[in-house]
């Protein structure tokens, strides 16, 4: 078992490793993770120790992961006799390594529902009126959460807004197709298993309102300023007026206001660009808009247009290019 969640010190919060990553990219705040303590989200575990009892995170702050994000045992974290976590401790024979490599794995806590809402962080607790010392002791969140540190928690529904959750589950268990198909996601008014939330962008004429993803054969970089991401699979679709399918090229753009106006510019831009200089194998996912069948002028004849199933993105929160090295 995993960390799931840690609890964050300044914020009075537990947040998973995905929410601490959207803080520390997050340039309308300021948080940075290696700045903040982590501790055991387990509550009675956290009051037996020192507020230095603390969690380590791995791939925090770096934009562009390969290897799965998560919290940490450090070699000193301490844990109560019969913590959940407890067997994530390192253990005292000097085998720390072996465990932390072990614990680089996939991603084992799937959100069972995207939020397309942007969940907010409180530095300092604003207590409702008269939740005050509530508060304090028993923060909201595990109340919402179904309280005690228990299997229970195991089951009870797990949300996120952080989209590069998600789609880390599907990416790091996508050898394990069952898996894949056992677990739910909703997201809006839409509820499939992970497997087929996930549709491939060659079959986005399947259904609206899909998680896309395909492999990108090219980034146009438009100075900086706007994009275009070409898919390497073409939809095949059949027009009314046409006897058979054809196959026609995806595209998406992402323009220059979408850009200049997201919170996490600069980790996006960094994203990108290494995205754009790259030479590994980049898959891109999105949410929130279907590519349609448009007509667009010819680039070298504007008189003679040629038709690609395109789509703006809307919100960057619901875009990502990465590297996923199972999916080639
Ligand atoms: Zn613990």
């Known amino acids: 078992m995993k960390f799931d969640l840690a609890y964050c010190l300044s914020l009075d919060d537990k947040l998973s ?3 601490v990553r959207d803080l520390n990219f997050d340039e309308t705040v300021a948080f940075d993770s290696a700045k903040e303590h982590f501790q055991c989200p387990n509550d009675a575990c956290r009051s037996a120790f020192e507020a230095s009892n603390e969690l380590g995170t791995f791939n925090a702050k770096n934009v562009n992961y390969v290897r799965t994000p998560h919290f940490k045992n450090l070699p000193t974290t301490q844990h109560v006799a019969g913590c959940p976590y407890v067997s994530l401790k390192a253990s005292a024979s000097g085998v720390e390594t072996a465990d932390g490599e072990t614990d680089d794995g996939r991603e084992e806590h799937f959100p069972s529902e995207l939020l397309l809402t942007r969940r ?10 008269g939740a005050a010392d509530v508060l304090r002791d028993d923060p909201v969140r595990v109340a919402a959460d179904s309280g005690k540190e228990s299997a229970s928690r195991e089951s009870a529904p797990d949300k996120t807004s952080v989209f590069a959750h998600p789609v880390e589950c599907f990416v790091s268990n996508f050898a394990d197709k069952e898996l894949l198909k056992r677990m739910p996601l909703k997201v809006g008014e839409h509820s499939a298993p992970y497997s087929s939330f996930f549709k491939k962008i060659e079959y986005l004429t399947d ?3 899909l998680i896309y993803w395909g492999r990108i054969k090219k980034i146009e970089d438009f100075h900086s ?9 073409k939809v095949w679709f059949k027009k009314p007026e046409d006897s058979k399918k054809k196959p026609y090229p995806v595209s998406v753009y992402l323009n220059k206001k979408l850009i200049d106006n997201y919170r996490k510019r600069k980790a996006f831009l960094e994203e990108i660009k290494h995205a754009v200089d790259s030479d590994k194998a980049l898959f891109c996912f999105f949410y929130g808009v279907t590519p349609e069948l448009k007509q667009v002028p010819g680039k070298k004849n504007p008189e003679k247009p040629f038709e690609v199933f395109n789509a703006n993105i809307e919100n960057l929160d619901h ?8 999916l080639e």
């Open 17 to 19: 490793i995905y929410d």
């Open 120 to 129: 907010e962080y409180v530095r300092k607790p604003v207590a409702p009126a």
């Open 207 to 209: 259904n609206k309102g």
């Open 225 to 233: 300023a706007s994009f275009r991401i070409d898919f390497e699979d």
């Open 319 to 326: 875009f990502i290019i990465r590297e996923a090295p199972g």
